[in-house]
């Protein structure tokens, strides 16, 4: 099966929502998913976005999309990419899509010099920490992902 990568595009907002929410599904948090393909489409595809996405095609299907953007490291003095997502639908697993939207990616770190590509995986997904660590990537263990957001985040503000 041919297997295609491409930039996503506003029309693509739906899609990408769809699979927004089957992820959610996967990561057993549906109800955390709180936007919708509008604000998909505009956060992604609005004037000034920094953030770009990826939409994988087989055989002519969407079957899977990545969204990233540039992040920044002092030590190194130099951009890197930070994946926020890579998702493959069921129906496409096994099949190199998310190997390609992963590779292409850090195709893109490496023409733009950048000093590394990074992301997070709940630590009960085996199967993407076996995928990853079968392309070399290192799990980052000395550090801990805190988070601030929705009333803690406002509170905080004040």
Request: hydrophobic content about 40%.
């Amino acid at each position: 099966m041919s297997i295609t990568i491409r930039q996503a595009t506003p029309e693509d907002a739906n899609a990408i929502y769809d699979m927004i929410y089957e992820l959610a599904v996967y990561e057993k948090a549906p109800e955390e998913v709180v936007t919708t393909p509008e604000e998909i489409r505009a956060s992604l595809f609005g004037t000034g976005s920094k953030i770009e996405a990826l939409i994988c095609e087989v055989a002519g299907k969407i079957a899977g999309y990545a969204v990233f953007f540039t992040s920044y490291s002092t030590w190194l003095g130099r951009n890197g990419i930070y994946m926020e997502d890579l998702y493959v639908s069921p129906d496409f697993r096994g099949l190199g899509a998310g190997k390609a939207l992963l590779k292409t990616i850090a195709q893109y770190a490496v023409t733009r010099q950048c000093g590394r590509l990074e992301w997070s995986v709940l630590d009960w997904n085996q199967p993407a920490i076996d995928f990853y660590l079968s392309i070399g990537a290192q799990p980052q263990d000395e550090w801990v992902r805190y988070r601030l957001s929705g009333d803690a985040l406002t509170r905080f503000a004040e």
